[in-house]
């Protein structure tokens, strides 16, 4: 069975860093697509980052710069770095694994197929 957990989350000052944990099991990191996405009240859920299958990590261009991954392979742990944060970076976080194998990777939402429950961060100005 996969599970997805994801923490860290909380409130912070604009301009203040956060680090999100995706915590998995019953997936390796580097062997299956794992992401990260947002969303905000009354905004659809969007992709931020992922690595792929291939240990490659891949950033929408929106998200470039602000955030970074990082991972634990011995605890399959993906890591979410967040700096210089904004009110405008208030949303729910979640984690998203694809458990399928695919040659090629997708930030829409429907290609991941477990979710976690997600983690709120609130960002005040």
């Known amino acids: 069975q996969v599970t997805v957990m994801e923490s860290g989350g909380g409130s912070v000052q604009a301009g203040g860093p956060l680090v999100l944990s995706c915590t998995t099991s019953?997936?390796?990191?580097?062997?299956?697509?794992i992401a990260w996405f947002r969303q905000a009240p009354g905004k659809e859920r969007e992709g931020i980052a992922l690595?792929?299958?291939?240990?490659?990590?891949r950033y929408t261009d929106s998200m470039k710069g602000a955030f970074t991954l990082s991972q634990d392979n011995d605890n399959n742990i993906l890591y979410l770095h967040m700096n210089s944060l904004k009110p405008d970076d208030t949303a729910m976080y979640y984690c998203a694994v694809r458990t399928r194998f695919a040659a090629y990777y997708s930030f829409q939402p429907s290609f991941f197929d477990v979710w976690g429950q997600g983690t709120q961060v609130t960002v005040s100005s």
């Open positions: 019953g997936v390796a990191i580097n062997r299956h697509h």
């Open positions: 690595i792929d299958s291939s240990g490659i990590k």
